[in-house]
């Protein structure tokens, strides 16, 4: 009886293994400096992608799409839905506190967010801590960093998978997704950035109407 019952129980964890494997694969692919580039190239349904010099890749706003439902736990502990933030331009990060590249542009997130604040501009800065096992070391990454936005804490990746291929999606970390006031893609780097590139992807968004 017990060896008939074994598997039958081991069968409902066989799609969360198929995720996770696509998750390890993808941690195969940015564990070098933890980024990839996908050489300025998007393809898809929503079309119009362009590159700056920069790296930063744009999308027209009549082929924009929407972006998928990211919502969860904050390292916090509290819940957290973006599509609450609508009317704002969004600016989320994914990262890692393992990720020597997010070390680096992390304190230019946390000076562009606050000086945003500071002026009253309608941006709402929202991180996505990915394949930390803690969240202990999440938050310690947010407090030496200064960085007073929240994060959601995604250990698995998942919220990464919700985007389409074919969109500005995040392939590496870290990445950086901004998104207008209407919940559409706008705008995606797949390196790690300073303030005057983050300004490139945000002040735009600010002056459409």
Request: glycine share 10%; hydrophobic share 40%; net charge positive.
């Amino acid at each position: 009886m017990s060896l008939i019952r074994t598997p039958g129980r081991r069968r409902p964890h066989s799609g969360r293994a198929f995720l996770l494997s696509a998750v390890t694969v993808a941690s195969i692919l940015t564990a070098s400096g933890c980024s990839v580039s996908d050489s300025g190239k998007a393809t898809g349904s929503g079309g119009g992608y362009v590159t700056g010099p920069s790296g930063v890749t744009t999308v027209a706003k009549a082929n924009r799409v929407v972006a998928p439902k990211i919502d969860g736990e904050t390292i916090e502990g509290k819940a957290l839905d973006i599509s609450a933030l609508k009317g704002k331009v969004v600016v989320l990060n994914i990262w890692g506190s393992w990720c020597g590249p997010c070390r680096l542009e992390a304190p230019y997130f946390a000076k562009v967010s606050k000086e945003l604040e500071a002026a009253g501009q309608p941006v709402a800065f929202v991180g996505i801590n990915t394949r930390d096992n803690t969240k202990q070391a999440a938050s310690a990454f947010e407090q030496t960093n200064g960085i007073t936005y929240p994060s959601l804490y995604d250990p698995d990746g998942k919220l990464m998978l919700r985007f389409p291929k074919g969109t500005l999606n995040p392939q590496a970390i870290p990445s950086t997704i901004v998104l207008d006031k209407d919940g559409k893609i706008a705008a995606r780097t797949l390196a790690a950035i300073k303030d005057n590139t983050l300004h490139e992807m945000i002040d735009p968004l600010l002056a459409e109407q």
